[in-house]
């Protein structure tokens, strides 16, 4: 695509343009691979447990997911606000997502091989993908093949932009006017600031060399920029930070380091030899795009190997910069899974949300044993410790239904609309639990008020029962977390025990009526506490089954 003879004004026009139409290729593109492999990118950060290497391995393989080091980023301080990643394993992920983000850059270098004619095809081919298929996975690759030849008319478009603005001297001059290091290294980290993408700026830094545009009059200048360029992009976890707790900060402090001190690193020895650029890198690779990208890669992967031995003291660094505050810490379900930094990307935020409701069946279970022992024990003391444990379910139900309402609200996959169905009923029945719980107090008040006494068989027979629904919620959390539908045939085996012991229980009390030996005012109270602790195993039954929805 040829331009010549564009004024100054149509030139920058064409840049916003081109610029434009490549974000919105890299935005449809990020969405589109997430969609595609939205449980493999939870598997990916439930991993991140795991070593160092590892969490440098997932950072950077998500950030080549979602196109954005800046999201992962912002996604790691969620999960460190959240209390389900630790601040040595974020400081992993954050350097992998450094490396990952290079992924762009490299894409962009391969607009160097003219490859217009074939993005415009892969647009072609990727629209009647989604035009004549119904099937929703084949329609969301039709997006992705389409957006990677939206990515390619962009590029294009920016190319003919910059043949614009070498035609014009004056551009040409200021460009090459500005020689001072750390000026340059100010003007990459301002502009990634504004844009708030890292791999934006580098895109249109490539692109320049491309047409001949030199930045900073030549020598080591575009490099000063790219190290700009890096610190620049960490305004954006930045910016997230703001009302996140200590540790969350402090990731957001670790990925600023990151970059800082790499760049202070290599600031010497860019500054000191002159001649990096033009001697070493045009020697190797003899174009100007595959030097500033091999720079661009080599930048990242070098400071994560410089850092990777020293993470722990790095980490201890952020402690002492933002030392801990004077609130008292809570665990991840209490500080709450449902961060709005994840809705960056839902398949995540989907993912958290399946904690979040294990986290509140377990409170709603805690209830429900604290009622039971209440009941066992006659003391209406616990009474309140049940109000309360029911009251925390209500209220995270209900935030548990917004974050659901406002996360299927994105666009995504059929796998996610389903796991966001099947968390709305799960959601239901852990209520139903709570509520359960406060039947069971009320019994219990009852019992006490009317001087209602049982004996020591009913009440092992009561406990035993319990015990079986306490088994019976452990499986299902395991089913419900990790999806795992074989240890359903278990869940069944243990619902029929329930239920047969809720059978046998009621007929020992019939006989025990017809003996003489229970008195008829204790019979409605003890049918009634059976047949609510017997239908929360139905309950936890329906959630465990759930599972099979989304097969």
């Known amino acids: 695509m040829e331009f010549s003879g564009l004024t100054g004004s149509m030139s920058v026009m064409l840049l916003l343009i081109g610029l434009g139409v490549f974000l919105l290729g890299f935005k449809f593109l990020g969405d589109s691979i997430e969609k595609l492999s939205a449980s493999k990118l939870r598997a990916l950060f439930n991993k991140a447990a795991g070593n160092r290497f590892a969490g440098v391995g997932i950072g950077a393989l998500a950030t080549a997911i979602v196109q954005s080091s800046s999201v992962t980023t912002v996604m790691v301080v969620g999960f460190v606000n959240a209390g389900v990643m630790t601040l040595m394993q974020a400081a992993a992920v954050i350097m992998g997502a450094n490396i990952g983000t290079t992924i762009t850059g490299w894409l962009v270098w391969l607009n160097q091989f003219n490859v217009m004619t074939y993005a415009m095809l892969l647009t072609l081919v990727g629209l009647v993908m989604t035009m004549i298929s119904k099937n ?13 030849g939206l990515v390619f008319v962009g590029l294009e478009i920016m190319s003919g932009s910059m043949a614009g603005f070498a035609e014009q001297e004056s551009v040409v001059h200021a460009l090459q006017a500005v020689k001072n290091p750390l000026l340059l290294l100010l003007i990459g980290t301002g502009i990634t600031a504004v844009v708030q993408s890292s791999s934006a700026v580098t895109s249109v830094l490539i692109v320049m060399a491309q047409e001949g545009l030199v930045v900073g009059g030549g020598g080591n200048g575009i490099l000063f920029v790219i190290m700009g360029t890096n610190i620049g992009t960490c305004i954006t976890a930045v910016l997230s930070s703001f009302g996140a707790n200590t540790n969350a900060k402090r990731a957001c402090l670790y990925h600023l380091l990151f970059n800082v001190i790499g760049t202070l690193i290599f600031l010497p020895f860019v500054w000191g030899f002159d001649g990096i650029y033009e001697d070493v890198l045009m020697r190797w690779f003899r174009q100007p795009s ?31 910069v933002i030392p801990d505050g004077k609130r008292h810490k809570k665990n991840a379900g209490e500080e709450g899974f449902m961060d709005k930094r994840l809705m960056l990307t839902p398949s995540l935020a989907i993912g958290q949300l399946v904690k979040q409701t294990v986290y509140t069946a ?12 209440s009941f066992v024990e006659r003391d209406g003391g616990m009474a309140q410790e049940v109000k309360k444990d029911v009251a925390k379910v209500n209220d995270l139900s209900k935030q548990i239904t917004d974050y659901l309402l406002e996360v299927s609200a994105k666009d995504i996959s059929l796998s996610d609309e389903k796991l966001v169905s099947k968390l709305h009923n799960d959601n239901i029945d852990i209520v139903r639990i709570a509520d359960i719980s406060d039947n069971i107090s009320g019994y219990t008040m009852k019992s006490i008020e009317k001087t209602i006494m049982f004996s020591e068989t009913v009440k092992r027979d009561i406990l035993r029962l319990m015990d079986l629904l306490n088994v019976q919620h452990r499986l299902v959390a395991h089913i419900v977390s990790e999806n795992d539908i074989e240890k359903l045939s278990e869940s069944d085996r243990i619902e029929r025990e329930i239920d047969g012991t809720k059978k046998r229980l009621l007929e020992e009390h ?22 609510n602790m017997e239908r929360v195993g139905d309950h936890l039954s329906i959630m465990a089954h759930s599972v099979e929805e989304l097969v």
């Open 510 to 531: 019939m006989q025990r009526m017809v003996r003489g030996e229970c008195f008829a005012e204790n019979n409605s109270l003890f049918v009634s506490l059976i047949s």
């Open 136 to 148: 929703n996975s084949i329609n969301t690759a039709g997006t992705l093949v389409a957006s990677l």
């Open 290 to 320: 595959t030097c500033i990208t091999f720079f661009h890669t080599s930048f990242n992967v070098i400071c994560t190997l410089i850092y990777l031995p020293f993470v722990k003291y790095l980490v201890r660094l952020t402690e002492l």
């Open 362 to 373: 377990e409170i709603a279970m805690q209830g429900l044993n604290t009622a039971v022992k």
